[in-house]
């Protein structure tokens, strides 16, 4: 019998974290603000990882903290009370991609779970048994496997051994993730978190002999984004992923908006309770709900990355943007006998149409008559950042409740 698959969700701060705890993910993964591969949020401090750890421990939920950088010689003295700060604050697990980084926290917190990270490149069940020998509960699968080779490491590997999956998010154009382009180009070492994302850039080709003379490297007169990787998008075969056996299905953006966080965390909720909930022998049809949810974050082309082998990883050569159709104007604070009171992330003007996604998952649709103030006054629009405002529902909003308007093409 197929384990039942956790999901498990990014956290750049705490505000991501209680976001992606309400709208339905099982453990959340967080960084300090060092020794983690994403330096651009906010990330933790320990007293924040301690109120993080107490919050998901009380809706029996987990929490995983990230030391998944190469650290220099320098950086390792810092990393013993890391470690005892981390497991004293309630983290559940540690994700490492360095051997001398697991054999401290086998030294300094001899208790806590060990997950192998993708940065260690787990490609086979060999690797994976040797991580397991080494103290691992989980290995994070390298990103670039198929769903045929998860599940030949599946059936080589100790039932107890966990797999971790991507199943959402932004692809490296390097292999997981191990890169030196933005140390070259903008001295911004990836393995240490500060990525510049070179690999987003426009690139143009210029021949020796003539300098300032910029030619387009095919594609389009835009010029060409010849390393630039599609979005991962794996909810149509959710099922497929979770038949090869993978225990855990991870999102990716540490550094996305809480907005996205909540979105996604939700998309795949459903997503994955549609497939527990299908009968056995009966085929899994991702609902179209789940499709239209995840068309409500901004995001690059969508593919399967490399689950059904390397010619379905499709690069987006021709754009370096992103699919952005919706945009987050606000959060509904509460909601009581037809009233909800709202706090402004983006401008409504009256008279545009609004979606309200809840914390189950539903959709409200809603055209609001009227607005006020927080003063009561009658207003149009919301043009103040974190302005508080008033506006009627029949429909009940929970409080977290995330507001949204269409763009207007063009």
Excluded at 275 to 289: D, I, V
Aim: with cysteine; glycine share 8%.
């Amino acid at each position: 019998m197929l384990p039942v698959p956790e999901l498990l969700a990014p956290a750049g701060d705490l505000e991501r974290l209680e976001y992606a705890l309400r709208y339905g993910a099982d453990a959340v993964y967080a960084g300090l603000p060092e020794f983690g591969m994403r330096s651009a949020p906010r990330n933790f401090t320990p007293e924040q990882l301690a109120e993080g750890a107490a919050l998901c421990h009380a809706r029996g939920k987990k929490l995983y903290l990230t030391l998944n950088t190469l650290p220099t010689n320098e950086e390792l003295k810092e990393l013993p009370n890391a470690i005892q700060q981390a497991w004293a604050a309630g983290v559940d697990a540690f994700i490492v991609a360095d051997l001398g980084v697991l054999s401290m926290v086998k030294q300094y917190a001899p208790k806590a779970e060990i997950h192998l990270s993708t940065q260690a490149g787990v490609t086979n069940w060999a690797a994976a048994r040797a991580a397991w020998e080494l103290g691992a509960k989980r290995v994070v699968l390298a990103r670039e496997l198929t769903l045929q080779q998860i599940a030949e490491i599946r059936s080589n590997t100790p039932e107890e051994l966990e797999l971790e999956a991507f199943v959402h998010g932004a692809m490296c154009m390097s292999v997981s993730g191990r890169c030196l382009l933005s140390q070259y180009l903008a001295g911004r070492d990836a393995n240490r978190g500060q990525c510049a994302q070179p690999c987003r850039w426009k690139y143009y080709l210029m021949e020796e002999t003539r300098p300032g003379e910029y030619m387009e490297i095919g594609e389009t007169s835009e010029g060409s984004y010849i390393l630039n990787a599609n979005d991962l998008c794996t909810a149509p075969f959710i099922d497929l992923i979770c038949a090869a056996g993978v225990d855990s299905l991870k999102i990716e953006g540490r550094a996305k908006t809480f907005y996205y966080v909540a979105s996604v965390t939700s998309a795949y909720r459903q997503a994955l309770d549609a497939f527990l909930a299908t009968p056995p022998g009966e085929e899994f049809l991702c609902p179209e709900r789940v499709l239209d949810e995840l068309d409500r974050t901004s995001h690059r082309r969508y593919s399967p990355g490399f689950y059904f082998g390397p010619q379905k990883a499709r690069q987006d050569a021709g754009t370096g943007g992103y699919v952005r159709k919706w945009e987050f104007v606000g959060v509904v604070e509460s909601w009581h006998e037809g009233l909800a009171k709202c706090t402004q992330r983006g401008k409504f003007t009256l008279g545009e149409e609004l979606e309200a996604l809840t914390p189950t998952g539903e959709v409200v649709r809603l055209s609001p008559a009227w607005l006020r103030s927080a003063e009561c006054e009658n207003i149009t629009s919301t043009p103040h950042p974190m302005m508080l405002y008033t506006m009627p529902s029949e429909t009940p909003l929970p409080p977290h409740s995330l507001l949204r308007k269409r763009l207007t093409e063009g």
